[in-house]
């Protein structure tokens, strides 16, 4: 039997538990498996000595006389044999088989020898060892019957003493196999809840930086498009071929930027509020998500960022009262990461967004920006983006195509209409 890892699950301490449930690695007994061990021993010392009370025995002429003269010497090796059942139980059984058939003391041993093979071994290596005992002893029982009892009789208490230890065994493996069997079910629960639980923490991990992602990139390209422009007039007029930025210049500018910041940490917050809550329909009342209709205020700030955009939406009348909020969620969130990326890798190229959404055909959100001339570096966090669109796509049983084509990225998500 196998042991379960030390103190799984259990509302015993081990002291009080058999060795195989107490899960020592080192086969240690414990302070209950003494106690057994000292309770056998002197069960089956007991046994012998009552055989060799009133020596010599009623069956003395029927034997050889060297055989009662060993047969106390017998009986107490083999119950002295018995403090070594537990690691070699069938060999011992195998070893009081011969001291059964010279030392009628022996009969205590064996009958605990059963016993053990029937808790540690499977139910054929017992039956074959409570047989090899019960044959012999059964025939001498037949052959000599113990005075005042029949024939009957004594082959059936031989029998008794035998078959009561094999089934005690057996049902002490099997209780103890189903002891084991729960004990491992319950450890593999408490594994598949700590992998679940792993399972969520990473998934929500990856939810908070995908909206993250989503809230701050856009805010933050839009700060750096203010910053660069302010520190590109600046370096102009420093080497003299620009003109100087004048004071109301510098406010316009920094109030943009201010503008842009507070808005960057507005909807962090708005963010920070919505991983706080549990399902789609809490986000809803805990602050209002982007929708299909915020999406022209998001051209109109890339506008005003300085970034060309030709922008044409195409609704069906009531998209967005039939259109779920985590769908035009994601088709906000398409048309920022579009424009993100178009501002990031190819600043200074017209970008045509373009948002389809009827029953027939879907919602459908496109992004094409042409390729830069010259490759612009790829600033930190290059990727993350469409990573984190994609599995929010896929969450709302979407599609997402990007790549290169004709000289233009293009970036389309395509969801379905709700039935």
């Known amino acids: 039997?196998?042991?379960?890892?030390?103190?799984?699950?259990?509302?015993?301490?081990?002291?009080?538990?058999?060795?195989?449930?107490?899960?020592?690695?080192?086969?240690?007994?414990?302070?209950?498996?003494?106690?057994?061990?000292?309770?056998?021993?002197?069960?089956?010392?007991?046994?012998?000595?009552?055989?060799?009370?009133?020596?010599?025995?009623?069956?003395?002429d029927a034997i050889p006389a060297w055989m009662l003269a060993v047969d106390p010497w017998v009986g107490a090796a083999a119950c002295l044999a018995l403090w070594w059942r537990r690691r070699f139980p069938m060999a011992l059984a195998v070893a009081l088989v011969p001291a059964l058939l010279v030392a009628g003391t022996a009969v205590g041993a064996t009958m605990v020898a059963v016993l053990n093979v029937a808790v540690r071994r499977d139910r054929l290596p017992a039956t074959l060892v409570t047989a090899a005992y019960l044959a012999p002893a059964a025939t001498f029982g037949a052959l000599h019957p113990t005075p005042g009892t029949g024939v009957g009789l004594s082959v059936a208490v031989v029998g008794m003493m035998y078959l009561v230890p094999l089934g005690w065994g057996v049902a002490t493996r099997a209780r103890r196999q189903l002891i084991l069997s729960l004990w491992r079910d319950a450890e593999r629960e408490r594994q598949e809840h700590r992998r679940r639980l792993a399972d969520a923490r990473r998934g929500e991990r990856e939810r908070i930086a995908r909206e993250m992602h989503d809230v701050l990139a856009h805010r933050i390209s839009l700060l750096s498009v203010h910053a660069g422009g302010l520190a590109y007039r600046t370096a102009q007029a420093e080497a003299g071929v620009g003109r100087p930025l004048d004071a109301a210049e510098i406010g316009r500018a920094a109030e943009v930027i201010r503008d842009a910041a507070g808005r960057a940490l507005d909807e962090l917050g708005e963010v920070l509020a919505v991983l706080r809550t549990g399902d789609d329909e809490a986000q809803d009342r805990v602050v209002p998500q982007p929708r299909l209709a915020d999406i022209p205020r998001l051209v109109t700030e890339a506008r005003a960022a300085g970034q060309r955009v030709s922008f044409e939406m195409v609704c069906a009348p009531g998209a967005t009262e039939a259109l779920r909020p985590a769908?035009?969620?994601?088709?906000?969130?398409?048309?920022?990461?579009?424009?993100?990326?178009?501002?990031?890798?190819?600043?200074?190229?017209?970008?045509?967004v373009r948002v389809d959404a009827a029953p027939h055909a879907g919602v459908v959100a496109t992004v094409v920006n042409p390729l830069p001339g010259v490759p612009a570096d790829d600033p930190p966090g290059t990727g993350a983006g469409l990573a984190g669109l994609a599995e929010r796509v896929a969450v709302d049983g979407g599609t997402i195509e990007h790549g290169v084509a004709d000289g233009s990225f293009r970036l389309a998500v395509r969801l379905s209409w709700p039935a």
């Open 1 to 60: 039997m196998t042991s379960p890892p030390r103190g799984a699950g259990r509302a015993s301490p081990d002291w009080l538990l058999p060795g195989e449930l107490a899960g020592d690695a080192a086969g240690r007994r414990t302070v209950r498996d003494w106690t057994m061990d000292g309770l056998l021993f002197g069960a089956a010392a007991l046994v012998g000595l009552s055989v060799w009370d009133g020596y010599p025995p009623y069956y003395a």
């Open 327 to 352: 769908t035009q969620r994601t088709v906000y969130r398409t048309v920022q990461e579009g424009l993100t990326n178009a501002r990031k890798h190819a600043p200074g190229a017209r970008v045509t």
